[in-house]
């Protein structure tokens, strides 16, 4: 499973911008309209969901300035105005491999390079993080149970430090960790045998190991059971992490990494996919109603643990700690997922419009913590409209 996405050693010059203009988006007026968005209106957005259309590749930049103007949203948590030729590190949540259909183990290879690269962190700011693959997290990863793993790490060039990889997945001593530290330029392999079908996580384990966590350096790695998961119509990767910087929270220019608020654990940012708007403006997800959706949901941490939660939305089956062999819990509102952690939910959208993907813990939501679900589709006032003082469906507002 050589995994490949063409950004993986672009490091790419920073805009000599480290004052950018505030666009007319005033910190305070951020705040405030990102918790009008999160909490408030979640209505359907059909402009914005037109809008994008990812098929793999990410959009241009010059394609995203360019819907800035037609999505309140964009101006919210625009993607990077003032550093247009920064490289982007978030990962997209529709880029899961499709399932197995094999029904005998086979020998399947993992290729993994440690990346740290200067990307931006929020509209106004960029961070030297550091990756799998030059996405955050890194590849998902999809194998079968029985399967004879051989999962190389490469540690690039341009590295200012060693790494490595500890995959969950993994029966033997540190994950892979010991025998995969590698120093800037070296590659190591291991091969190991997979005992366990479940959703897990995988994170790189130099010390200080947190810190390798929170600039960036987790995904996942799916084990299918012999008989493979239910087919579903989409499924997405979803994980959440924490940025530790010495400067508050929407400070503007390049922020630097904080060793103490680490240790204490007062992170100031708290991200889906990497950086602020990751989920929002880069990659929302998308789907059509009627379609059941699955996500793969990881907390990367490296130690908030995520009241999982999509508003408006019902998981109708869950996998609780990412156990396939268990049976799901079906009917739940949120799910708790600590850090290293993963769960599995799966639902179904009865009705178009907007969702959003949130930690219910909302102060989180405060410091980037958000995603947008967008769900085309007929409207469906049987299940849910706007009445009016007499009790006639009040019409979707139509863009
Ligand atoms: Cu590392």
């Known amino acids: 499973m050589s995994q490949q996405d063409g950004r993986s050693s672009s490091n790419l010059p920073m805009s000599e911008a480290s004052e950018p203009d505030q666009a007319g988006v005033s910190r305070r007026s951020l705040l405030m309209g990102s918790a009008g968005l999160t909490l408030g209106g979640v209505l359907g957005a059909p402009a914005a969901f037109a809008q994008h259309t990812h098929g793999g590749a990410a959009p241009t930049l010059h394609s995203q300035e360019a819907e800035a103007s037609a999505s309140l949203s964009n101006r ?7 550093h247009p030729n920064m490289a982007d590190i ?16 086979a020998t399947v290879r993992i290729e993994l390079e440690a990346i740290e690269i200067e990307a931006h962190l929020d509209y106004n700011s960029v961070y030297r993080f550091w990756t799998f693959n030059g996405t955050i997290p890194g590849p998902f990863q999809r194998i079968r149970v029985g399967d004879t793993v051989e999962v ?10 060693p790494h490595n990889v500890d995959l969950h997945a993994v029966t033997g001593p540190g994950g892979g960790a010991e025998v995969t530290t590698v120093a800037p330029g070296e590659t190591k392999r291991f091969r190991f045998r997979a005992l366990n079908p479940g959703l897990y996580t995988y994170h790189c384990a130099v010390p200080p190991v947190a810190l390798h966590i929170a600039n960036g350096m987790y995904g996942m790695i799916l084990v299918e059971p012999e008989e493979g998961l239910t087919p579903v119509d989409r499924e997405f990767y979803v994980m959440q992490g924490e940025i530790y910087t010495e400067e508050p929270f929407g400070t503007a220019g390049t922020l630097t990494e904080s060793y103490d608020k680490l240790v204490e654990e007062r992170a100031e940012y708290v991200v889906f996919n990497g950086h602020v708007g990751a989920l929002t403006e880069h990659y929302p997800l998308q789907a059509r109603v009627g379609e059941t959706i699955r996500i793969f949901f990881g907390v990367g941490g490296p ?4 009241s999982f939660h999509v508003i408006g939305e019902i998981f109708d089956r869950v996998y609780l700690e990412g156990s396939v062999s268990s049976p799901p819990l079906e009917n739940v509102q949120m799910i708790k997922v600590g850090p290293g952690g993963s769960g599995i939910v799966e ?8 969702y959003v993907l949130v930690d219910h813990a909302l102060s989180r939501a405060e410091r980037g913590l958000a995603g947008y679900l967008f769900v ?10 706007a009445i009016d003082a007499d009790g006639n469906p009040i019409a979707p507002i139509e863009d």
Request: proline share 16%.
């Open 303 to 306: 130690n908030y643990t995520s």
């Open 347 to 354: 639902f179904t959208c009865e009705v178009p419009g907007r």
């Open 76 to 82: 919210l948590y625009s993607v990077n105005p003032v």
């Open 152 to 161: 190389t790490l490469k540690n690039n060039e341009e590295s200012w430090y």
């Open 376 to 385: 085309e589709g007929e409207p469906n006032p049987e299940i849910f409209t």
């Open 90 to 105: 978030a990962e997209n949540p529709a880029n899961v491999p499709p399932p197995i259909t094999r029904r005998e183990p």
